[in-house]
């Protein structure tokens, strides 16, 4: 139990970081409105403080829908085939959506031609604003597998700051 609570003073669960809300330009000045954000790293949990509380970030109603360019601009990732074989996507969400799904195309090239493949492939996903996340894909490594290219082609969610 001791070790536990030392855990949770050398590494505490919450990060905190802040998010660009709007910028505009007035002249040669920039003005930007940020809010102080705190992540759980345990269970991905993401709060905004407004003043003196923190506030838990609300699901949108109405459902899921494609993000626009500009926040999907802050979305980056890395990816490869995992030690098992299958297509691993890590992805820092640098936006103000939560990311609930992600159609990533993969080029897998073999030896022979015929053996590699093209695809899209959809994967659901719950990557809050400001954190990163894995989306992990059932698809192996082809056979004679030599490199592979990957892009995202589509993110969907819904925004949880105004």
Do not use: C
Request: proline residues 4%.
């Amino acid at each position: 139990m001791a070790l536990i609570a030392i855990g949770f003073i050398a590494f505490p669960p919450w990060q905190l970081d802040t998010l660009v809300l709007s910028e505009r330009r007035n002249g040669n000045i920039t003005i930007s409105e940020q809010a102080l954000v705190r992540i759980n790293r345990i269970t991905g949990s993401t709060d905004r403080l407004q003043g003196e509380e923190w506030l838990r970030f609300k699901r949108k109603e109405g459902g899921d829908t494609p993000l626009p360019p500009q926040a999907a601009g802050f979305v980056t990732g890395r990816a490869g085939f995992n030690e098992r074989g299958f297509f691993e996507v890590s992805i820092y969400n640098g936006s103000n959506y939560q990311i609930t799904a992600i159609i990533v195309r993969v080029k897998a090239k073999a030896a022979k031609e015929e053996d590699g493949y093209e695809r899209g492939f959809y994967a659901h996903t719950d990557i809050g604003p400001l954190s990163e996340g894995i989306a992990q894909i059932s698809v192996t490594k082809p056979v004679g597998y030599e490199s592979h290219e990957w892009s995202i082609s589509s993110l969907y969610g819904y925004k949880v700051l105004q």
